[in-house]
């Protein structure tokens, strides 16, 4: 299979998933006069095409969710729709409204961070100004736009993959990464553009030997304040390890095909050559060691440069509270004290929970007995009226039953060391109980009496 054919398969997968995506998200889309009705052009007032506006809009939006982009072309656009040469008349008509509700942002509008100062400043102006946005435009001109809702998830998502690899308050990396992380040049520019406009990143760039481009990102709520001469150290740094990795990668590639031209060679008998091979992979191992031992220094270095940071945040955090303790005229003494007869509290409340729930679960065991010893006493009494001394007896039972429960809990409360007054109240708590419990069997014996 050539080249073409490989893109052209590729190309009819991806349409096949984008066709089953539109199938899911609209159920009827395969309606052929609901198909008629979303494909003719706006015609009439605004509140009578509107729905079909917002209809496409969202679509559109969630088609370029679905496929991880924020940057579309007019002409892009219309492919998506595109079935068997029938493309919507509106959807000319939904990007340029899209465009003036400012939903859509010309890519021209966005500054290059890389520029001077004076230039995005007057980027910005005009932009403010308006004069980017032409008013009587019928149409939009076949170029890049970006989705400024789609555009802000992907920046949070590039902060959110440098948060789960630093564990710092900003790291520092350099411009490759970030195209990676991006999804490409232009999508670089309009992420880091925006990062910029809230303060969250910041554009490097240091000429020491090489030329090397890198940004510096917020991974905290707060704005960054400004770069040092450490982060653009940082950037080489981290530019070195970029090109020591490469090297590594051309050592090992380089080793691999000595390796297998030295087979090759052995098994035609060619021995001359295979020796030569030989060598070639002696120098390529030996340049391999060297290249892992400088990169492992580096590394070294940004492991102490990361953990110096590190401990600067942590002491900054204690400078702060040593100094509102200080504002407040606490002593240390005073909340080590409190510190401790808090964790004594939580402690004896999670003894006192323990105990409680098991009472309570010996509660319920009884009353659950208590309502037996009440069923065969009803039986008892419809057979032999007369017969009360029984219940009594089992009235008695139960009270001492109660009273023993009563006691138990007492003399861990005791043991606790809870106060005599608490102690005094729990027991006339459970006393209650087997009182009122005495009062309805008494009651009901007056009855079947």
């Not at 564990?167 to 990676?180: H, K, N, P, Q």
């Not at 809230?198 to 020491?208: D, I, P």
């Not at 323990?354 to 065969?376: F, M, P, Q, T, V």
Request: aromatic share 6%.
């Amino acid at each position: 299979m050539g080249k073409n054919q490989q893109m052209e398969s590729v190309k009819g997968e991806e349409e096949s998933r984008l066709i089953e995506y539109l199938r899911k998200e609209v159920p009827d889309w395969d309606d052929e006069v609901k198909l008629i009705a979303r494909y003719k052009a706006f015609s009439g007032q605004r509140s009578d095409w509107e729905p079909l506006y917002i209809f496409w809009r969202d679509l559109i939006l969630k088609v370029a969710r679905h496929l991880h982009i924020f940057i579309i072309r007019p002409s892009q656009v219309k492919i998506w729709f595109d079935r068997g040469g029938l493309v919507p008349l509106c959807l000319e008509q939904v990007l340029l409204e899209m465009y003036t509700a400012g939903e859509l942002l010309q890519n021209v509008g966005v500054t290059d961070p890389a520029s001077g100062w004076v230039s995005q400043i007057l980027q910005k102006v005009v932009n403010l100004g308006g004069l980017l946005r032409p008013p009587t435009q019928e149409k939009l001109a076949e170029d890049y736009y970006i989705i400024p809702v789609l555009l802000k998830e992907k920046a949070l998502q590039v902060v959110q993959a440098l948060s789960e690899s630093h564990w710092t308050a900003s790291c520092v990396i350099t411009w490759r990464m970030f195209e990676e992380l991006s999804g490409g040049f232009k999508e670089a520019h309009a992420v880091l553009n925006h990062l910029s406009e809230c303060g969250k990143a910041k554009y490097l760039v240091t000429n020491k030997k090489d030329l090397m481009e890198g940004v510096k990102v917020s991974l905290s709520a707060r704005a960054l304040s400004g770069t040092t001469s450490l982060d653009f150290d940082v950037l080489h740094l981290i530019g070195t390890v970029e090109k020591l990795e490469h090297q590594l990668n051309v050592i090992d590639q380089r080793w691999k095909r000595s390796r297998e031209s030295a087979l090759a060679s052995l098994k035609l008998g060619n021995k001359q050559v295979a020796l030569r091979c030989s060598r070639e992979m002696k120098l390529a191992s030996l340049s391999r060691e060297k290249c892992t031992a400088l990169l492992n220094r580096v590394e070294e270095v940004l492991a102490v440069i990361s953990d110096a940071e590190a401990s600067k945040e942590v002491s900054e955090a204690i400078r702060i509270g040593t100094q509102a303790i200080k504002e407040n005229g606490i002593d240390y003494d005073e909340v080590e004290l409190c510190l401790q007869e808090l964790n004594e509290c939580v402690e004896s409340q999670k003894q006192i929970d323990e105990l409680l729930g098991s009472n309570a679960a010996d509660a319920e065991i009884d009353d659950e007995d208590i309502e037996d010893e009440l069923k065969k006493l009803e039986l008892n009494f419809a057979e032999v009226p007369t017969q009360t001394s029984t219940s009594h007896s089992a009235v008695d039972a139960l009270v001492a039953g109660a009273e023993e429960t009563t006691d138990a809990l007492s003399d861990s409360l005791a043991n606790l060391h809870i106060s005599h007054h608490a102690r005094k109240d729990l027991e006339a708590e459970h006393a209650a109980e087997p009182m009122g419990v005495l009062s309805n069997d008494v009651n009901r014996e007056a009855a079947l009496a």
